[in-house]
């Protein structure tokens, strides 16, 4: 089987600061090299500021990485190819609540990248925004409905529908679960895993939350200051750490399980 | 026996409904709009109202008194000014004139000025910051005097300082937009817009705009106020609308003639122009509380 996403060597290079007043703080990402399938999870864990809101950007094509490439399905993300990725790649944000424009309705939110991306009419549009509020498990009156009426839960199931609105093949989530209490939690978790298996998703997703992490991903990725310093199977991650890093990561986990129980 | 209600409906209602019920409950700033709303309809139906020509001298009836006085004549409700013309008359076609030009000349302005916002605020680096310290600049100085200025340049009559005012209106439509597009522009439903493929073009009017409504009504009728002021204090100096006709500031600097003899002369558009100035800012303060309020809860 093939690879649907694989990252060769990409790096980025982020100087704060103008080009004319440059400072002596320099963050450098990467090499990254990953690949996955479809129906694949991959998590990447790693603390903050290790680069992996940068490595979702340079992913979806928010920021332009210095060398290195993204192949989908064997093919060459290039630069300019906007409209290839925006099609295939699909990103979910941290915060439902910000990625919501308060003043239109969520049928009008839904609608925008049918209408820049595809030829439909308004009718079928508005038949595949039904259809995908009813993916997510929202009902399809809620088209009519604004941001602020919506709970924190019903909120990330319609930043969900933006994303796969579109039937792409892979979606890059930055956190998506780290606003939501632990009920709903588990909710939008089971509604990504059952979407993954019917859609044939992979599924990139940045995580703090280690339980989640072992629950769904099936590779993960461990960061630490813009290096990759491990990487593999999540089994083989959590069972046999090679890292001392992620050692930490794995032993502070099982602590927290052990406490609980 | 009560009805039963079965079936709850639930009301979700809009932001802009949200703000009309906030609104609602200030009664001063819900008085002020009927009262703007009065203007409007005046300002639309007036020649329909008036009960003279303003133009229109009564010989028989020069420095009548308004009707409630002693002297006064039920055929004049607001009296006559020294040549014998119509006070009401007068007023009416006044408060059409002055009312009605701001009106055009804020919108007008506020075209220019949104576009020139948004692309100032849709533009990243030095050209940007030339805009906005720019116009930090010109803001300084009140709208007036700029008119004034101008006023010197071009010449003075009602057209040139129509032109006068929307020039010197433009500036604050520009700054206000410009801060809100930079606003709104490092929000994350913006970067999603972007995600999808969007152009600034898309972005400002699908994104942006639906969200920069409310402030632009805000700014609107600050806007409005200043721009009657405005008008009438040009009227007022002569440099505006020229005698006879029926400008309200206007009206005042030909009553001042014959201020102590007939005091009605001033009182009457004084009271106008008043009236005007303090409903469009109860209505532009009710507005701006109600967003806020909105947003709290």
Known sequence: MNDLLSVENLTFEN????????????????????????????????????????????????EQPDSGAIYLNERK?????????????????????????????????????????????????????EQTLKLVGLLPEHRFFYRHMLSDGQRQRVALARAIILNPQVIVADEPFAALDPSVRSQTVNLLMELQRELGLGFIFISHNLGIVRHISDKILVMKQGK?????????????????????????????????? | MPRLNLYQEEFYPSPIQNTWKEFKENHAALMSLYCVIFFIFVMIFGPLLAPFDPLQQHIEFLLVPPA???????????????????????????????????LVLVIISMLIGVSL?????????????VVNHLLDSIMAIPTLLIAIIIIAIVGTGLV?????????????????????????????????????????????FNSILPNMAEMLVVQVTLA??????????????????????????????????????????????????????????????????????????
């Open chain 1, 228 to 261: 990759v310093v491990e990487s593999g199977k999540t089994d083989v991650i959590f069972h046999w750490p090679k890292d001392e890093y992620t050692k930490k990561l794995v032993q502070a986990h099982q602590a927290l399980i052990s406490g609980q129980d």
């Open chain 2, 68 to 102: 409630w006085d002693n002297n006064g004549d039920i055929s004049h409700l607001f009296g006559t000014d020294g040549l014998g013309r119509d006070m009401l008359s007068r007023i009416i076609y006044g408060c059409r004139m002055t009312f009605g030009i701001s």
């Open chain 2, 224 to 297: 409005l106020s200043v721009a009657i002021l405005d008008i009438s204090a040009l009227g007022f100096l002569n440099l505006g609308a020229q005698a006879p006709s029926p400008e309200l500031g206007a009206l005042l600097s030909e009553g001042l003639a014959s201020a102590y003899v007939a005091p009605w002369n001033i009182a009457m558009p004084g009271a106008a122009i008043f009236l005007m100035m303090m409903s469009i800012n109860l209505v532009g303060d009710g507005l701006r509380s109600a967003l806020r309020y909105r947003l709290l809860r």
């Open chain 1, 15 to 62: 100087c704060h600061g103008k080009r004319w007043q440059r400072k002596g703080t320099k963050f450098t990402l990467g090499p990254v090299n990953f690949s996955i399938r479809a129906g694949e999870t991959l998590a990447i864990v790693g603390a903050n500021g290790s680069g992996k809101s940068l490595l979702a950007k340079l992913l979806v094509g928010l």
């Open chain 2, 117 to 129: 916002g948004a692309m100032a605020g849709m533009s990243k680096g030095l050209r940007s910051s």
């Open chain 1, 77 to 129: 993300l290039e630069q300019y190819d906007n409209k290839h990725r925006v099609l295939n790649i699909r990103m979910v944000f941290q915060n439902s609540n910000e990625s919501l424009n308060p003043g239109i309705t969520l049928s009008s939110i839904l609608e925008e990248p049918l209408k820049l991306n595809t030829n439909l009419d308004s009718q079928a549009r508005m038949r595949k925004v």
């Open chain 2, 160 to 204: 040139n300082s129509m032109w006068a005012i929307s020039l010197a209106l433009i500036p604050q439509f520009i700054h206000q937009t410009r801060d809100i597009v930079r606003q709104k522009m490092k929000k994350e439903y913006v970067l999603a817009a972007q995600l999808d493929g969007a152009g600034k073009v898309h972005i400002f």
